[in-house]
């Protein structure tokens, strides 16, 4: 099969991160996943604004998914949809499992992400970049969180789909999960798969993760310098 | 209130260890369907359904619009949930939250994603003018598993909804035909509670869970969409167990909906 | 004269009342009149959010009156129009002359009414349900709260108008009333009438309120067993 | 504040009781009702009224659109109200309010059940051109009563409003005519305090009412609209009573009305 | 030159002041210049709703600034619009440096100017009767805050554009200033001027604030008596 | 927190009392200007710009409309702004408020008031069809001077947009021509702390200064907006210092924003 891009059915896009990109927020990173561009940044844990919400357990753990009016083909309207709430819900699934909130209970941690290019996989992308950026504000995790889809296009399944394949594709499979202890954190999918395609899909995924994660690790290692992590 | 919380969650994750459950039912077992096809007359379609206690409206109804510029030949469907503050003391007056969006978009894609309603068909003249179809959910009483609810009243609704055909002129005419559905996706719903699945969570058991995962399936066994909700994770062993028992549960609340509807023509 | 539906000028539509319809709510109830449906649930007393809301000499009485989407010929917009706010306003002044209200200071009763389906009397309907909800939420009263309009068609004064009456019809007059005191609580008019046919309209309808005050009753011995109610 | 406003209550309900009011006035006399007609000249009508110290503005504009596809051949007119911080203590910032809202729709219902305006001569070409008549009420200084000075201001200011002339073709013209305004509806308003009827209540006693009831007329005396409102109840005999006095008050205030357009033409 | 409405270039238009219009508010003034009709209120000092905007150093000043929807050739949709709110925050920081704020701590001072009808300077005139409203209120200050425009029509610089230069004109300089020190406490410009232009217009913008200060000082006396202000 | 506050406050007012500043800057020394024309792909027009450690991008995007009744033959731009929570603990999630607003409208007037876009080339066909831009603020990093980074950024932006050309019929060619902007206007803004002049003021001054000017001028050096900002006021000798400053300063990062463009072309 030849992919539109020239990319194999197991390869990811280009993928580039960078730890700490802003100066303001506690904690921040920058994704660039194929023609993707995401920021993500993270304050907290503070003060839980409005007081109601706040838990006497846990930290609550809120996530802002959203993109720039100038991120997509047709102007977006400024401001949130139902599709970016949907995804800022899920994202705080697939981080929740990670972070101790139990170490910060009647305090808040606040997760935004910003798409300011989207081609598909935005919200892989954003998972990934929001993970580092809690390491950057030094919030403590019990693993790393990568992200990444498989997906169908013409028939087979194939890993990270594209603008163009998610398309003309059958099936979109995103998924993030903690690799040391194989936890998926984050499951969608919508399309048509059989279940042996969908079994298919979820393990070429994590194997996406997996290749993910260690650029995670590389990117940490090269803002904090070496380290056994 | 937080202590009488706890000894909730400890007793239901307890019972969950164990293999069992509040109500006595078995951890794959389904609380009691009930549907009511067609129960309003001034909706293009409509049904009530009773899941254990929970019990949701959908009613469904067209108008005629203009396609959008990149499918002019096809109708559009629109879904929307709201939590009513009927339904549950935790509900609030207000626009959707992220809560009843999610249910609106799990049952949308459901709907969607298998192609169950044919979306050509509601076109009425190319390029000009098509049928919008608005899927509204009212929610009545939170007992629980609102998705499966929810899902299984709106493919309901659909399959009962007539639509008024139009000549070539895009005249409306005397004539009314059924909404062109040729598919029924059902959605099923898991629980993750210590460590163990269950199907179909009654609201206690909600409240308490890790973990959530929604597989909907439709008439041929394709899997169509799924949706992990909540806090927790699930192994890929969990998510394929979870596929496979969706793929006959479907199954079973499909006869359900079709002897349900049938019954009602 | 002959109505369209062939009632009697003085005939009410087909009612039926159920109580206790629903789990969650602390009290509910299901009115079907003629083809209105019409469910009501009362919470409470509970807890005064937002605060300064609350008032230390009485509970405070929220009435919420929603029109589904699919309740009517077009499709409504989900979400409160000002009609609905309006009416959920005089359905709390319908009530509250006849709830213990001073029994519940710094505590709040919410009532919500949900039209499934409208076909002319759903503010009547939704203050006859409502009261059977306070009922069955064990919220003291003073009396039941029955309500059921008059108006004026093709000249003549005829009870409960349904919607075809409603729309060829002259004028519409609404009201809630506590039998035991003749109180009139809610009363609205809108049309052309003189001042006799006004007196007429408000004496008939009272008299369809002493009718739908028997069916309340009845309802609640259906459900609670008989009783010196 | 609390004592301060029981001390207020209780003297106005023992006053009341008296059939006495803390201003002096009778229970069934208005206060001073001062018109000014055609206050501003940026609006098409417009009219400030004060009723003792309320003071509100009413502007009329109208616009031209596309008809309701049920009325074809018939303008429409719709009414806001906006209870400003400027006019009391009590408003605060934001969209209309439930006490907006019901303010605007009784003003709206008395002039729409009247068949004040005669929507049929405001349509340009039937079908497709009519004129949208905006009646926007602002309260400057809310001292009691809004509901009986915004009538007054909204029916004298739709009085003074002039429109455009449109040819056959739907083009506007040089020549504007009045809007086509062929009844007078007057709403009376009733404070019931400790068993009282009392008309035209100032702000502290509405502060302490127990039940409000509004009652609009026309030029012929018709009963045109009826609003109960607040917490309490009415016998039927008080109602009647309100009745009698809302046509024969409605009738003076009608003729206050006329004489203010007249003056300022 | 010759202005449209005949004013000499340094002239303003008629300006009428009143002091104390409204019964309920804790101060009010109504200003009429040219064709501009202008109400103002002050409530406060008061408690701060919400809490958290609270200072404990010093006042909170809130300014809405407001059109009525009949102000305006076409008519305007109810509702704070993105210019209405620009104008209520540069209001404030027009009034704030003269207005004693440090002296009510945890309080709050709510300023309202609604436009009644609105003919070009609208601001100007909503500054000059807010002014007016906070001395009826008996909130103390530093000096009263006349405010004037001067803008540039056919070229040349004049004082107080009405409507029609506006429109047609170069460009636009609203000013507001506390005379005694010569402080400008509004400015706001657009258009196209040199830097000469620039100058001569706030001189000249200037030259009209100490004609509205003088019939402010008027409007007052004739309200309070006469006194050495 | 207050005593934190109150101690920077006073660190800043001697520092600059004395022409000094914290970082080591000349009193109207700017930071480095650090700009990315066309730094993205899927929008029209874009620039990322740094100012110090303020970071922002602006996005341009182009659609197809009516246009105004009274400019038949022009397009329109409209700019926004979000103050999102990324950018600072201080912004809140939620529509833009009275600072964002702020932004975007001297943002803008700046753009509009220079006639930097030659909007009648925007018109495609009179009456009928014109083009509409939207110029999109998006603030990554707030430190300080948000209304010249993203004044730098927008006009960069829109030099950088493409736009596609239209036959005579309105329909789209598969030629793209810059959009045309024939002026380069740039703020210039001044905080004004212990009674001295300063520019871009990084945030730490932004949060304890007296008073705001911005300036903005085009390439003949007209001034063409200004906005005093924030609760002090300012003499005419020191808006006229800060006109004059406005001028070189802005010549200066003209120079840096076109040189940036032809680089990138």
Redesign the interface.
Known sequence: MERCDGRKKDELRSIHMEVGVLKRADGSAYVEWGANKVFASVYGPREVIPRFLARNDRAVLRCKYNMTPFSVEDRKRPGPDRRSIEIGKVTAGALAPSVLLEKFPNSMIEVAIEIMQADAGTRCAGITAATLALVDAGIPMRDLVPACAAGKVDGEVVLDLCKEEDNSGQADLPIAMMPRTNAVTLLQMDGEMTEEEVEEAIALAQTGCRQVYEMQKAALVSKYGGGDE | M?AVANIKRQFIHELAAAGKRADGRGMLEYRDIKIVPNY????DG?AFVELG?T?V?V???Y?VGTPFPDIPNEGVMTT?A?L??????DFE?G??G?DA??L??VVD?GI???HAIDTAKLCIKPGELVRIV?V?I?I????GNLIDACGIAAITALLTAKMRVYDSEGNPTDTVEPLPVRKIPVPCTFAKIAGSLMTDPQ?DEESVLDSR?TVTT?DE????????????????EE??EA??IS?SEGARIREIIKAAVNESD
Chains 1, 3, 5 share one sequence.
């Open positions: 937080d309003l007359k001034k909706a409509s206690d019990k409206i009613g469904v109804k108008d929307s709201e009513a503050p009927m339904a549950s003391p007056s626009p959707p992220e969006i999610e609106a978009r894609r969607r994603e298998s608005f509204d009212q009545l009483d939170q007992d609201v995962l439709d066994g394709y899997i169509v969409a799924m949706q992990k909700g909540e806090y927790g994770s699930f192994k890929l998510i394929m596929v496979k793929k």
